[in-house]
């Protein structure tokens, strides 16, 4: 028991970290919202339904909008992991599909193997900023999670726009 609400915990973060990158990164929370109800048939322990927002294919225009978009959403892909890590010390369950989104969209961008490296640095330290900035915030929202597992989006907007508007 003791485990499984530990895994319940570190998802709840690991979401809440990705719904509070959303919104000071100003992404688009989709009417799913964000949930730490397990999805056996897509093996998922949770999710936060951000909507995408490219506009142009990244693998045909890698303007200057695309490269801060594609940056943009890199930083928030590494937040659940860093908000997971803050709260239980390591990884525990999602981060790693995260790093591969976030590697994905960089790779996009990056014209040489140490240029992705460098891209891959700065979001993730951008990704480590943004969750300490806001760190209230990301147990606000986990700790509302764990007591109703699935949050809409205008309940997340009511937990974080207060925090953000304060700062």
Not at 60 to 68: G, Q
Request: with cysteine.
């Amino acid at each position: 028991m003791k485990r499984r609400r530990r895994r319940h915990e570190s998802t709840a973060y690991h979401e809440a970290g990705h719904a509070v990158a959303a919104f000071v990164l100003r992404l688009k929370i989709g009417r799913r919202g964000v949930s730490i109800v397990p999805d056996k048939e897509h093996g998922k322990l949770g999710y936060a339904n951000i909507a995408a927002q490219l506009r142009e294919r990244p693998d045909c225009a890698t303007n200057a909008r695309t490269r801060a978009r594609i940056e943009t959403w890199a930083v928030a892909y590494l937040a659940r992991d860093v908000a997971e890590r803050k709260f239980y010390g390591r990884r525990r369950f999602g981060g790693h599909s995260d790093l591969l989104h976030a590697s994905d969209l960089l790779e996009y961008i990056a014209t040489s193997v140490e240029q992705f490296d460098a891209r891959l640095r700065v979001a993730y330290v951008g990704a480590q900023d943004l969750i300490e900035d806001n760190w209230s915030s990301v147990q606000t929202v986990a700790e509302e999670l764990l007591r109703k597992r699935t949050l809409s989006t205008d309940e997340v907007a009511k937990l974080v726009l207060p925090r953000l508007l304060a700062a």
